[in-house]
């Protein structure tokens, strides 16, 4: 890819000469060539003024010794399956992405129909594998959630087209009934998820890397000094610049054996029991007695709303609470890195110092870390350092405890309370209010834009908010392990079913018999379910 710019179109087209040429040598001296018809031209620019940057040339002639290019400049360019447009118009890219999912979804058709076909979470899992990352493709280069209502259209228009075929239903289901029973969240809810993660993945970037030092780059794409350099994701990825600093991880081989005369790391039987696990503390810990020593835990356990893992640390001095806080990461061990990481940076002052910590894994990578995990074990292993050489005195006692024997949420609080058996009175509880994950936060924007309708009588699946797991009233429809009576249940609650009601209302020239079969009142889902005196043994 060759990028030229200049304040006139000839003055971008002289250098851009200028590069091809200097390209077209180095080709040839290597015994390679271009292909004229992969060759592609297209000029980026807004609203032109003819009289200050001139007109747009219809095409463009490359003369060398041995050949002549001519390029016509285009109107759409396809880069990494990514349409871009001489405005920055996203609205062809979303045309196409929807175009695809909607072919997609039609072509899903030949696995099942509402009456024989796989059940809703098996759906769902294909709507994930299949058509959500069509929707989705290529969003962090366009997504600003600016002005961007068109494209979001087209996308959710597609996404509209899957959600009846998942669920069995009738087209004329409305969408926010349909996206309710199947957890599957507006298409702009889930651009922003898509964007937040996006802009943590830049967080973990080293330093030195493009995306990290945008300035960098205009000696590459020759952008004039006078413009700024804008931020390489939209403010909705919600990128923080508050972020622990990039430490260059060192060679594997340069690692060592971490181990230190005060530093001791103690085990405990492989399946003990609360008892011999409170026994085991109070014998083995020789450092409790002394008066000045900090009680510090690091529990570990996945959330039940979450994609990521949670890891809790808490530090108590003199039977006092001093800091408590949360951690959050793909992986367990991760987080009870960032907590162990966060924790010796905030060390209260005391002569022993007694770590509990529940994540097996935890001083393995310390010791022997994981290449991944360089970074973060490296910070820690120069916290210790630092910590030791500033407190020769001090003493580290390690030791692993089972995982929390209890997890429990207050639906009133978004508190979590962890319990589990320790030697202070064989109870600790203690509470932290733990950032929820992008995953989670795009369930709770649906919720808090979503508007309830009235409905009769009133399901709970369309009154209560939406969370990454199914409504209990789906499960248990799923659990018939009956697709005919899995979608016979969805309609009859969404009211969008063969029934007199419909018909009177989308069905006006079909003329259907809305008369009962079994008797001569009107066939309602209410009269069957009810009232219908022909099919009471049925019903009892």
Not at 7 to 33: Q, V, Y
Not at 180 to 209: D, E, F
Not at 264 to 279: A, G, Q, W
Request: hydrophobic share 35%; charged share 15%.
């Amino acid at each position: 890819m060759i990028y030229a710019s200049g304040p006139t179109f000839s003055s971008a087209i002289d250098k851009l000469r200028s590069a091809f040429m200097e390209t077209l040598t180095w080709l040839s001296n290597h015994g390679l060539s271009v292909d004229p018809d992969k060759t592609e031209l297209l000029f980026f620019h807004r609203r032109t003024l003819p009289h200050l940057h001139g007109n747009i040339p219809t095409s463009i002639k490359f003369v060398t010794t041995s050949s002549t290019f001519t390029i016509t400049p285009t109107t759409c360019l396809r880069y990494l399956g990514i349409f871009f447009t001489h405005n920055l118009d996203w609205s062809p890219h979303t045309k196409i992405l929807a175009t695809h999912a909607h072919s997609t979804i039609k072509g899903l058709g030949m696995l099942g129909n509402s009456v024989r076909s796989f059940t809703i979470p098996k759906w769902r899992k294909i709507f994930s594998a299949i058509v959500l990352p069509i929707l989705l493709y290529g969003a962090p280069t366009w997504f600003t959630d600016i002005k961007q209502s068109a494209p979001i259209r087209l996308l959710q228009v597609a996404q509209n087209d899957a959600c009846p075929k998942i669920a069995g239903v009738f087209h004329t289901t409305p969408t926010h009934l349909t996206e309710k029973l199947l957890c599957i969240p507006p298409i702009r809810c889930r651009l922003c998820h898509v964007l937040r993660s996006a802009g943590a993945r830049l967080l973990t970037l080293s330093p030195s890397h493009a995306l990290q030092n945008p300035g960098k780059t205009r000696a590459v794409t020759l952008l004039p000094s006078f413009i700024p350099i804008t931020p390489i994701l939209p403010l909705c990825a919600e990128v923080s610049h508050d972020e622990p600093t990039y430490v260059s991880p060192p060679h594997p081989a340069l690692l060592s054996h971490l181990s230190h005369p005060n530093l001791r790391l103690l085990s405990v039987p492989p399946k003990p029991t609360p008892n011999s696990t409170t026994t085991a503390l109070k014998n083995r810990l020789s450092t409790s007695s002394i008066p000045n020593t900090a009680q510090i835990y690091i529990l570990s356990e996945p959330p039940t709303h979450s994609a990521l893992r949670l890891s809790t640390y808490a530090i108590f001095l003199h039977n006092c609470l001093c800091l408590s806080g949360s951690s959050h990461a793909s992986s367990t061990t991760v987080a009870s890195l960032l907590s162990l990481r966060t924790v010796l940076s905030r060390l209260p002052t005391a002569s022993s110092y007694n770590i509990f910590f529940s994540d097996p894994s935890l001083m393995t990578q310390i010791s022997l870390p994981r290449s991944r995990l360089l970074h973060i074990v490296t910070v820690i292993r120069d916290q210790l350092t630092s910590f030791f050489f500033s407190h020769p005195s001090a003493h580290f006692t390690c030791l692993r405890i089972p995982s929390p024997q209890r997890w429990s949420r207050k639906a009133d609080t978004d508190t979590f309370a962890w319990r589990t058996p320790l030697h202070q009175e064989d109870t600790l509880l203690y509470h932290t209010h733990p950032t929820p994950s992008s995953h989670s936060r795009m369930f709770d924007e649906w919720n808090s834009s979503f508007t309830p309708k009235p409905s009769n009588p009133p399901y709970t699946p369309f009154s209560s908010d939406a969370t990454p797991t199914l409504h209990p009233f789906i499960t248990r429809v799923i659990g018939a392990k009956n697709r005919d009576l899995e979608t016979a249940c969805l309609q009859i609650i969404t009211g969008h079913s063969f029934q007199a009601e419909y018909s009177e209302r989308f069905r006006i020239r079909a003329h259907d018999n809305t008369t009962c079969p079994h008797c001569t009142h009107r066939y309602t889902t209410r009269h069957i379910l009810l009232h219908c005196r022909p099919l009471e043994s049925i019903r009892t």
